[in-house]
């Protein structure tokens, strides 16, 4: 087959710029400022990544550490909805305290070089209840989110309330706040979205750029709010029995449309439109607040969100032109307990979903409780390439082939993209999408014009593209003085090792590893494995075997030392880099794996060892605390530090992997929050997402058997509601868990298996934890229950029944399995900290 053609041209003008009045703080050192392209920083191309992380739904005292997990994911600026409900339930007592505490919150993004985006509202969604508005509001408001003096009024004061609690953590004062979002798709009140900016900036907030999210046609104040996008790969807001949303589907294609007019389609007319959606392309760069991290899940539809999924449409985003990754939710949380009602959607407000109570863990990178998920490895490993090559990628156009698929139907046709300069760039390629899985596309290959530089036809040999894969491939990258013309790898990041700058990149399985070097730019190359060929000005080298040992090194024409370092798939997804012991290191992550040869996809259900890096610990020393799985532990670094790192209360053996350094772990970990050692304990902790139980699996005591389903019900659009509190009393199943003797509470989750509708988590009469089944497991954090009443009373489960005729889509679960209202096996799973500090620190 010929190979697939792409002409980059050059473009038409050069981006504008100086033409929004947005403006950062004087004086500050690195002024943020906005292109027709893309965002500038310091007077260098940015290419920001934000996380979603909401901190009144996640304990204060467990912020830090989280933060520090987004920050290794490569998360740059954490964004947070400041719900009004959350902090003044009862009118004129605006609480900050505990897990209100933003300006807390907003320190730690800045104590970690985390930029910060409070997202204000004053109406949020974040489907809470009434989108964050209090109760009291909506009984004296007439006109609600426009400009009525009898809404103004209140949200002037709570404006001014943020304000007072974000005082001097602005730019100007060398705070983190890089971005300020007014509302929440309000798509036509241009004129109230300004007036609520102007109020914001009257209260005392400042920020360098002000949002707006941008999906359904909004219609915008002229040049006063950066438009931000988002795609999902599901939703939970559409109909029980509408598919999988054509919305959604379009998100895995190579496309410069922007809009996604599925997103909060449930809460306003989608016949009505507010403004062209392109007719700010030329004005604004395409950049993102909401890429689906995952989905939460309502009573009447339940979908499930696979990390393949994220991380295909997190690639293909890129590869449309995004220059700001913005992920909702990339850590999961708990609805906290409301003084007067439950704080969640539902339909008793009038809002067309029924959601759970408690739980809002979104199938998040994080979960509800810090859990780490293949979701997160997955986007960690493009975040390392954006961190390295965000500079070249921000201002680079996308460009789309020649042959383009015909329509969203047409799963034949190879969807691919390059972003581009004049003579270099990547090539994005997705052959992935939920539901419907797309074929192997065998004898591929590319040929991609420039306009200032040959034509690339690559590889020389063409490949098979296996379903389910998704990949960016360097065109012309320039490292440490050598220029790669193309490699059938994916860069992940550069790191310093013995003198040399080693490229790291991914292997993508069932793909053979080509490197494609510039024969004027290098005078020699030594190759682990594989041949070296000379052709058409260019050394080829092929046959290398992916691994912690491929690696090749070259001489470069100008005097530099340069290595291409080829992982494979599975232990890309184990990589981390931070600094770590007085350097910036490589590390990897994982339980014992030995050279990390296996393939895989690293996308799987489970979870395994997460890395942290802290250089604030130890009074500045810095520390690297490993959150992992019980049993052999060890995590390989490269380069070396010189001495071996020690770890607190366990010691470390040294052992070679590859041009790695591994290092294998015994003795006790630390408990992450208390300090306090804990060994294996019965038959050795497991972490997340394990193959065994710490403490043995065990069982539920029924206590009783469930009644009838409950009849179902109906509320807003005709949609199912969730069964009402009384059913969980009289016709539920219960059920009696008892927390073993000795097992430690901190750390430590409850996975439940069961079946059913809809589940409740109780010690003594306090609910502490729901879920709608789904057909994945239950976690339950043991340290987020009342600890005293939990060792006497246990946890109680009840567990109701779903009707045969309720209109309830729960994603790859059989039809009938929620018909029988059971739990299964449960099991203890406890992760381990090893706190790891430099060799001859004081300790």
Not at 162 to 186: C, K, T, Y
Not at 257 to 269: H, M, N, S
Not at 810 to 824: I, K, L, S
Request: one cysteine or more; aromatic letters at 8%; hydrophobic letters at 40%.
């Amino acid at each position: 087959m010929p190979p697939l053609r792409l002409k980059v041209s050059t473009p038409a003008a050069p981006p504008l710029t100086g033409h929004l009045p947005f403006s950062d703080a004087p004086g500050v050192p690195d002024p943020i400022e906005v292109t027709s392209r893309c965002l500038t920083r310091g007077g260098r191309p940015w290419f920001p990544v934000s996380g979603e992380f909401h901190y009144t739904r996640y304990p204060a005292g467990e912020w830090e550490e989280e933060l520090l997990k987004m920050k290794a994911g490569g998360v740059t600026a954490v964004a947070s909805y400041v719900i009004w409900i959350h902090h003044e339930e009862v009118e004129g007592r605006i609480r900050f305290d505990g897990d209100r505490d933003l300006r807390r919150f907003a320190g730690l993004c800045a104590r970690h070089g985390l930029d910060f985006v409070p997202r204000i509202g004053p109406w949020s969604h974040a489907e809470v209840r009434n989108g964050g508005l209090p109760d009291w509001l909506l009984t004296r408001a007439r006109a609600p989110r426009t400009d009525d003096p009898a809404y103004l009024a209140p949200v002037r004061t709570w404006y001014e309330a943020i304000a007072a609690q974000l005082s001097g953590l602005d730019r100007a004062h060398g705070g983190p706040i890089v971005a300020i979002q007014i509302e929440n798709e309000l798509y036509d009140q241009p004129g109230h979205l300004l007036t609520l900016k102007r109020m914001a900036q009257a209260a005392g907030l400042s920020a360098p750029l002000w949002t707006s999210t941008a999906w359904g046609g909004v219609e915008l104040p002229p040049d006063e709010l950066l438009p931000l996008y988002g795609g999902y790969p599901e939703t939970f807001w559409t109909e029980a029995d509408g598919g999988w949303p054509d919305t959604c589907r379009t998100h895995f294609f190579f496309t410069h449309q922007r809009d996604d007019e599925g997103i909060g389609a449930d809460l306003r007319p989608t016949t009505v439109r507010g403004a062209d959606p392109t007719a700010t392309q030329g004005r604004f760069p395409w950049a993102t607040c909401e890429l689906g991290g995952g989905m939460a899940v309502s009573y009447h539809r339940r979908p499930r969100v696979d990390a393949a999924d994220v991380g295909a449409l997190g690639l293909t985003k890129i590869g449309c032109g995004s220059v700001w990754q913005g992920y909702y939710m990339f850590h999961g949380g708990t609805n906290p307990v409301g003084e007067r009602t439950t704080l969640q959607e539902s339909h008793a407000t009038g809002y067309p979903n029924d959601l759970p109570v408690r739980t809002y863990d979104f199938q998040a990178p994080l979960g509800e409780y810090g859990q780490y998920r293949p979701s997160y490895d997955e986007l960690r490993l493009q975040h390392l390439l954006v961190a390295d090559f965000g500079r070249l990628l921000a201002p680079m156009e996308s460009f789309l082939p020649v042959r383009q698929p015909t329509g969203q139907g047409d799963r034949d046709t190879l969807r691919w993209a390059v972003r581009a300069s004049e003579d270099s760039g990547f090539l994005f390629v997705n052959n992935h999408q939920p539901h419907e899985e797309l074929p192997d596309q065998p004898d591929t290959s590319f040929t991609v014009e420039f306009p200032a530089g040959p034509a690339l036809t690559f590889p020389s040999t063409p490949v098979t593209v296996p379903t389910g894969a998704y990949f960016c491939w360097p065109l012309r990258l320039e490292v440490g003085g050598l220029r790669l013309d193309w490699a059938t790898a994916q860069p992940v990041c550069t790191v310093d090792a013995d003198g040399r700058t080693v490229l790291v990149m991914a292997a993508t399985d069932g793909i053979p590893v080509e490197l494609a070097l510039d024969a004027v730019t290098l005078a020699s190359v030594q190759v682990p494995s594989g041949q070296c060929v000379t052709l058409d000005g260019r050394v080829l080298v092929t046959g290398v075997r992916p691994g912690t040992d491929a690696l090749v090194e070259v001489d470069t024409a100008d005097g530099e030392r340069v290595g291409l370092l080829v992982l494979d798939a599975k232990t890309a997804r184990t990589a981390y880099r931070g600094v770590a012991w007085g350097a910036e290191r490589l590390v990897l992550a994982d339980s014992d794996s030995g050279s990390g040869s296996d393939s895989g996809g690293g996308v799987g259900v489970g979870g395994g060892a997460g890395v942290v890096f802290d250089e604030y610990a130890r009074g500045g020393q810095g520390e690297v605390r490993l959150h992992s799985p019980a049993g052999a532990t060890s995590f390989a670094v490269l380069p070396a530090p010189r001495r071996p790192p020690v770890v607190t209360g366990g010691s470390v053996r040294e052992s070679g992997d590859g041009v790695f350094t591994r290092y294998h772990l015994t003795g006790d970990a630390l408990d992450p929050r208390s300090g306090r050692g804990k060994g294996g304990g019965g038959g050795g902790d497991v972490g997340v997402g394990g193959a065994a139980a710490g403490f043995g699996f065990g069982g539920a005591e029924l206590l009783r058997a469930a009644g009838p389903a409950p009849l179902p019900v109906t509320g807003v659009l005709g949609r199912a509601s969730a069964p009402a509190d009384e059913h969980y009393d009289t016709t539920a199943a219960e059920y009696a868990i008892a927390v073993p003797d000795g097992l430690p509470l901190t750390g430590t989750l409850l996975r439940v298996h069961w079946s059913g509708d809809v589940a409740r988590a109780y010690v003594g009469d306090r609910l502490v934890a729901d879920q709608f089944h789904t057909g994945r497991p239950w976690d339950i954090a043991l340290d987020r229950l009342p600890a005293f009443a939990l060792r006497g009373e246990g946890l109680r489960l009840r567990v109701l029944p779903r009707a045969a005729d309720a209109r309830v889509y729960v994603a790859d679960v059989a039809p009938g399995e929620g018909a029988v209202a059971t739990v299964g096996r449960v099991e203890w799973l406890t992760t381990r900290t090893w706190v790891i500090g430099e060799a001859g620190e004081v300790r």
